[in-house]
């Protein structure tokens, strides 16, 4: 079956750590998204990218970076200059970004806590 | 700014009951409107609405678009406790090629037994 994968599921760090989450597709979708969830809030997109090699800030870009070195894989990583890293990290692909006519499809998650 | 809000954001239940969930915005270059349903995990895509006065419907759920007034609603008739879920709502916007989605907080129901 189709679908986007993301690991671990929880993830507990110390603060000053970085942290990479993972998120792979085998849904061949050029479009990848990393969203951040908090409690109250919408969603807010930290960074996407729309084709290998390339990606794009979105609204929440500081103290994360990202890479796409490959079509199934965006990983995630958290730095220590991120002032606020506790959250649920949501990754989801789409065929493309202008495709505006087909949804996100959403992996489960990663509930990070920096302590 | 753009923004999408929605409401209530919760809402408590008995099952059976019918409840409507609310979408407004206010955006420019409206696109779509989508809305999800999340149960702690990954959001599951519910409905997109493009066209004002059309009810998208799936079972007991339906969803109609008010693109004069700004808003969209969410129905659930017959509810069970398996619709228990926050539901979220987001609006498309900007050209094709670069187009942004704005979310809302989400309204959490909760459907008691």
């Known amino acids: 079956d189709g679908g986007i994968t993301q690991s671990p599921k929880y993830l507990f760090r110390k603060e000053g750590q970085n942290v990479t989450l993972s998120c792979e597709q085998n849904?061949?979708?050029?479009?990848m998204y990393w969203y951040r969830q908090d409690p109250g809030q919408g969603l807010r997109l930290i960074y996407y990218s729309q084709i290998v090699n390339d990606f794009q800030k979105g609204d929440i870009a500081e103290g994360y970076s990202v890479s796409r070195e490959k079509k199934e894989s965006f990983p995630l990583t958290v730095t220590s200059a991120q002032k606020n890293p506790t959250a649920f990290y949501l990754c989801?692909?789409?065929?493309?970004?202008?495709?505006?006519?087909?949804?996100?499809?959403f992996g489960n998650g990663t509930r990070l806590t920096v302590t | 700014e753009d923004k999408v809000v929605q409401s209530p954001l919760s809402l408590v239940v008995h099952e059976g009951d019918t409840v409507t969930l609310n979408c407004s915005y206010e955006v420019t270059n409206f696109r779509s409107l989508l809305w999800y349903k999340q149960e702690k995990k990954a959001p599951t895509f519910l409905f997109m609405l493009?066209?004002s006065g059309i009810e998208k419907k799936s079972g007991r759920l339906s969803s109609i678009l008010d693109k004069k007034e700004l808003f969209s609603i969410l129905n659930i008739t017959a509810t069970q406790t398996g619709d228990s879920a926050v539901y979220l709502c987001?609006?498309?916007?900007?050209?094709?090629?670069?187009?942004?989605?704005?979310w809302g907080a989400g309204t959490k129901l909760i459907i008691k037994p």
């Open positions: 493009t066209s």
């Open positions: 849904l061949n979708h050029d479009a």
């Open positions: 987001a609006v498309k916007t900007g050209p094709d090629s670069n187009y942004q989605l704005i």
């Open positions: 989801a692909s789409s065929p493309d970004s202008s495709s505006y006519n087909s949804p996100l499809h």
